[in-house]
């Protein structure tokens, strides 16, 4: 059965810390792996990877896959207030997307 | 604003009630999605549309029938849905299937 696995599933840091948030899977038929972000209703499309090894950046946020370990990461640096939302990790397997449960990152002043 | 508009925002109704959501993009996108996100669950594919065409989800209950017309409108038709379906439904599209999705707000859906 395709599952996608986030961890942590919550995490509380102060402003200004580097948190890492993993996403894990074990899929048929990969193509993509995406990564959204969601404060109150809509997520938010933030990156999606393909190929390992390659970090895609935007900001102070970067992501990176490995396809021979089946995880991807999300770093996030300098963490702000604004940055508290649950972060969704999605692999896209054909004609279906899986979500993992998220990370709800709460970032303290 | 995504580009992505859902109407109703909220919506309650009765179990022998048929509604249906609402969904357009202004992108020029040629994909359309309905996920189903409840609580403490993780989001749910129910529908995919790529070129107006759909692809099928046999975990979908048939009481909950999409409708694409074209390629900007997505529709879900409801229909003698059960307490258990109260969730928030989101509308995405993207520029082909699987390509990074932008989101609507999401109609909240609450069955009584």
């Known amino acids: 059965e395709d599952k996608v696995v986030q961890s942590p599933l919550s995490l509380v840091v102060h402003e200004g810390d580097t948190v890492t948030l993993n996403c894990s899977y074990e899929?048929?038929?990969?193509?993509?792996l995406l990564w959204y972000k969601q404060e109150k209703k809509a997520p938010t499309f933030l990156f999606m990877l393909?190929?390992?090894?390659i970090e895609k950046k935007s900001g102070r946020l970067s992501s990176i896959l490995d396809k021979k370990e089946l995880f991807s990461i999300l770093n996030i640096t300098a963490t702000q207030t604004g940055d508290s939302a649950v972060y969704l990790c999605?692999?896209?397997?054909?004609?279906?997307?899986?979500f993992g449960a998220g990370t709800r990152l709460t970032v303290k002043p | 604003e995504t580009g992505v508009t859902q109407t109703p925002r909220h919506l309650v109704m009765g179990m022998t009630n048929k509604k249906s959501l609402k969904c357009e993009q202004h992108?020029?996108?040629?994909?359309m999605y309905w996920y189903k996100q409840s609580a403490k669950k993780p989001l749910e594919l129910m529908f995919v549309?790529?070129?107006?065409?759909?692809?099928e989800n046999n975990s979908v209950p048939s009481r909950f029938s999409p409708e694409c017309p074209n390629s900007s409108h997505l529709f879900l038709h409801l229909h003698t849905l059960q307490p258990e379906d109260s969730a928030l439904y989101l509308c995405?599209?993207?520029?082909?299937?699987?390509?990074?999705?932008?989101f609507g707000q999401g109609t909240r859906l609450t069955v009584v």
């Open positions: 995405a599209s993207s520029q082909d299937k699987g390509r990074g999705a932008f």
């Open positions: 899929v048929t038929n990969f193509r993509s």
């Open positions: 393909t190929s390992s090894g």
């Open positions: 999605a692999v896209d397997i054909n004609n279906d997307m899986r």
């Open positions: 992108l020029g996108h040629n994909a």
């Open positions: 549309y790529s070129l107006e065409e759909r692809v």
